[in-house]
């Protein structure tokens, strides 16, 4: 089968809607896909739910690699201990095809809030209630807010919204106090002068924020935390089809031009091998396992 495909458009589902760093990253791979390999590669976002409906649209499809889906932490390795009625299983019913790279949350709050430190969120949330946005229940924003919570006792509610976008929108205009966002949604509003970073949740501080602290630095090193994002596609789709989606989805993004664009939106390139990247997402489910269960967790 490998030998002829593709033979007919390739479709790449992003599970969330347009503006947050999954839509990105599917755009990305797609449009370089079409540009190296020649291939016909289309973007269709299907959010809703948690990112667990384009999941479910993905394994699902017929497994013959016309079908591929923008995975991310929270869909791959967080949803399939948070959501206890799910129809499908990403962890059986997906296969691993290819990571594209990694990078870290950052703390931000809107410019001109009364909260100009980690510390300051610290003595007011042991007060009083304190509001966080998520781009979902289950996004690994979600899972480290509830982490801070667990590690500090300070008064958290969490107000998901479907999408980086939406929870953007909201700090800005002042219905939420702070929000863990990925650097790919967070820099450009940074570099507007619109919010104010924090703090990052990666083991070192990140070249594209070299002045803001860790929150290992700030005294929380059991809170250090990435995000990564991968291709995966139906179980069953034939091994020459995957080894050949990995290799020419590699080819793709190993250019000087997307490691520019990686850099600006905070993400480390991770192209490896279907078993590394299958290796690497065993470890990563059982680490936002034990979170969920630590933090008590919850979708509601």
Known sequence: MADNYPSKPIRIISPS?????????????????????????????????????????????????????????????????????????AVDDLVPVALMGSGPLVL???????????????????????????????TVGHLVAES??????????????????????DLLGGQVDLYFASLTASLPQIAAGKIRPLAVSSEKRHAALPQVATLAELGFPSLTYTAFYGVVAPAR??????????????????????????AKQGITPQLISRTQFASFLAAERAKWSAVVKKTGATVD
């Open 17 to 89: 809607p347009p503006g947050g760093g999954t839509d990105a990253m599917s755009r990305l791979v797609a449009s370089r896909l079409t540009e190296t390999a020649k291939w016909q590669v289309f973007v269709e976002n299907v959010p809703g739910a948690g990112n667990n409906i384009g999941l479910r649209a993905g394994a699902r499809a017929a497994p013959d690699g016309y079908t591929l889906v923008m995975g991310e932490t929270s869909n791959l390795a967080v949803n399939p201990y948070l959501y206890k009625s799910l129809d499908f299983s």
């Open 108 to 138: 931000v709050v809107r410019t001109g809030s009364r909260f100009d430190s980690l510390a300051s969120i610290i003595q007011a949330g042991k007060k009083s209630d304190l509001f966080y946005a998520s781009s979902g229940s289950g």
């Open 148 to 169: 801070l919570r667990d590690a500090t006792g300070i008064k958290l509610q969490h107000i998901p919204y479907k999408g980086a976008g939406p929870a953007m929108n």
């Open 237 to 262: 789709t034939p091994e020459g089809v995957l080894d050949l989606l990995n290799k020419q989805i590699n080819n793709a993004l190993d250019t000087d031009e997307v490691r520019a664009v990686f």
